[in-house]
Nanobody, 122 residues
Framework: QVQLVESGGGLVQAGGSLRLSCAAS????????MGWFRQAPGKERDFVAA???????AYADSVKGRFTISREAAKNTVYLQMNSLKPEDTAVYYC????????????????WGQGTQVTVSS
C-alpha cells in the first residue's frame, strides 16, 4: 500500500516558521513530482507548491518568497519550509504525488496524504 505521511504541523504565531515533511513509503516516488496543497475551513483545496524529480519547483503566488519546497531523495521525503506565516495560512496541508508535475498542480495527483493542521495565530 503506497502511503504519503505528513508531519510537522502545529500552532505558531504570526511571523513564525514551521517545516512540514512528507515521507513516501516507496522508492518509486523518487521519479514522481511531489507537492503541497492546503484547505481552509469552508474553502476549496488550493495548490501551494510542488517539485519534480529534477528539482524544478512551482509556487502559488500567495506563498512565493515565504515558502520553500525541497526534497531529499535518499529519504523519499519532501519538505515545505514555511516562513513569515500569516493567519491566512491556517489550513490543513496535504501532501500529494504524481508522475507529472503539470497534473499534480491541477489537484488531480494520483496519491494523497491524510493532511496535517497548521494554525497561525494573530
Amino acid at each position: 500500500q503506497v502511503q504519503l505521511v505528513e508531519s510537522g504541523g502545529g500552532l505558531v504565531q504570526a511571523g513564525g516558521s514551521l517545516r512540514l515533511s512528507c515521507a513516501a513509503s516507496e522508492r518509486t516516488f523518487s521519479s514522481y513530482a511531489m507537492g503541497w496543497f492546503r484547505q481552509a475551513p469552508g474553502k476549496e483545496r488550493d495548490f501551494v507548491a510542488a517539485i519534480n524529480w529534477s528539482g524544478v519547483t512551482a509556487y502559488a503566488d500567495s506563498v512565493k518568497g515565504r515558502f520553500t519546497i525541497s526534497r531529499e531523495a535518499a529519504k523519499n521525503t519532501v519538505y515545505l519550509q514555511m516562513n513569515s506565516l500569516k493567519p491566512e495560512d491556517t489550513a490543513v496541508y496535504y501532501c500529494a504525488a504524481d508522475p507529472s508535475l503539470a497534473i499534480l498542480r491541477t489537484g488531480r495527483g494520483r496519491f494523497w496524504g491524510q493532511g496535517t493542521q497548521v494554525t497561525v495565530s494573530s
